[in-house]
């Protein structure tokens, strides 16, 4: 080319979730029976959208209104809608103004991210949802900045190196928080918050808090929703409806934005989100358009607590199963579906394998860790041994080793045996040294 059109930050998109799967279509074409336990879809593990879910969505697609373009921010009505069930819960008031849709929350992170100034920076969580993470560096140009999620306390933010790389880098200008935590299944207590709060309002920052799974939370913890301790801080919550129905393919997110009215310059920055909204004219009409009526409905909360507690459930298998391996860490995840298992320190070596019985997978498999990280290494042997495709830790932008799961299968003795396999299969690779 005449000239490096490549972007600066073209190396900073990395999506390690998707990336698996074509390695584990190879593994596939090979004759492996794929297990996908790398992608948080529960539709694609078997869970079924309700009937009368369904109906209300059917129902609405006869109105001609559905098939028409919505306002930039979205329908008035469902705006509206979340404004009035925010207010219901305390903390800091908003209206329909303070709402805006997108397609998905990809579309919103791209576009959060996408406003800042590249020279100033929103520290996230690591490991770190990769969407987040390569949206920010990408667009900085950057590597991912980072603070740490503490394995040894429960996957909770280290609020001391999130205060110190605050202090000491002050080209940060905002904290993102993940409640509950993809990839870790942590629900982070009040005071975990108010705390990550109290350092934004001393150095002057805003939050953005992705609260995709705020609803799925279980044995016995709840989400504390950043509008409760905002306060005068100015911040940005990202909900859906990918998680929660489920309806992924809907691709229909929203942000909430607080406390734009006490500093004109973060009411600048929405200004341009909106505006860059404007270019691409609006967000698909008809999840838009079925949402109050879905979130109304008393067979809603019916919903959500069965899903809740059927994960729950799939959470204590799981943990039970791993928690006592030696050489590994977990925790029980309590929000989201997902677990992240960690190797300790040390004990993964560049030695290791499993027996794979398929002798192309094998010759395969020892092509592809040629170089690579030792928790990937892990994971493709575990590919290759089983046809459990699951995600290395170092793929969501952090230095500890491990890998996540999700808690999606939704056979009951596959789930079982899903996790019989992996307790069985991370001893044997550890003992293979």
């Known amino acids: ?33 794929i297990n996908w336990e790398n992608i948080g879809d529960p539709v694609q593990k078997g869970e079924k959208l309700p009937d009368w879910i369904k109906d209300l969505i059917i129902g609405t697609m006869k109105d001609d209104l559905t098939y028409a373009y919505s306002p930039t921010k979205g329908l008035d009505a469902t705006r509206e ?3 009035q069930k925010a207010n219901t819960n305390g903390g800091v008031k908003i209206t329909k103004e303070d709402i805006i849709f997108f397609n998905g929350l990809g ?43 503490d394995p040894n306390n429960l996957w909770y933010p280290d609020l001391n190196d999130l205060r110190m790389k605050v202090k000491y880098n002050p080209s940060i200008s905002g904290i993102l928080v993940i409640n509950p935590d993809n990839p870790t299944g942590a629900v982070y207590p009040r005071e975990v918050l108010l705390e990550i709060v109290a350092i934004a309002k001393e150095f002057d920052l805003f939050i953005v808090c992705d609260e995709i799974y705020i609803n799925l939370t279980y044995n016995g913890k709840k989400s504390v929703p950043l509008a409760d301790v905002i306060n005068g801080v100015c911040g940005i919550s990202m909900q859906g409806i990918s998680k929660e129905l489920p309806w992924p393919g ?16 973060f009411a600048k920055y929405i200004k341009s989100i909106v505006d860059d909204k404007m270019l691409e004219v609006c967000s698909t009409t008809l999840p ?9 409905d008393p067979r809603y909360g019916k919903h959500i607590a069965h899903r809740n507690a059927v994960y729950e459930q799939r959470s204590r298998i799981a943990y039970d199963l791993l928690k006592d391996i030696p050489g590994i860490l977990v925790n029980r995840t309590n929000g989201a579906f997902y677990m992240t298992v ?3 320190d040390n004990v993964l070596k560049p030695s290791q394998k499993l027996a794979i019985a398929n002798s192309a997978a094998r010759e395969r498999v020892e092509q592809l860790v040629k170089g690579v990280a030792l928790d990937k290494r892990f994971v493709y042997y575990l590919l290759a041994s089983t046809g459990i495709c699951v995600v290395p830790l170092t793929g969501f932008n952090c230095d500890l080793q491990g890998f996540r799961v999700t808690l999606l299968e939704s056979d009951n003795a596959k789930f079982e045996w899903l996790f019989r396999v992996l307790r069985d299969k991370i001893s044997e690779y550890l003992q293979s040294a």
């Open 107 to 149: 579309d919103a992170i791209s576009k959060v991210y996408g406003q800042l100034r590249k020279e100033y920076r929103v520290i996230g969580p690591s490991p770190a949802y990769s969407t987040h993470s390569s949206a920010e560096a990408s667009h900085a140009g950057s590597e991912y900045v980072s603070y740490r999620l």
């Open 250 to 265: 809907a691709r229909c997110g929203w942000i909430e934005v607080y406390n734009a009215d006490k500093d004109p310059v």
């Open 342 to 344: 960690m190797f300790r």
């Open 81 to 83: 809608y979340l404004a």
């Open 1 to 33: 080319m005449r000239n490096n059109i490549v972007s600066l930050g073209a190396d900073e998109l990395k999506y390690e979730i998707r990336e698996i799967v074509a390695v584990a279509k190879e593994f596939g074409k090979l004759g492996i029976e």
């Open 288 to 296: 838009q358009k079925v949402i109050p009526a879905v979130m109304t």
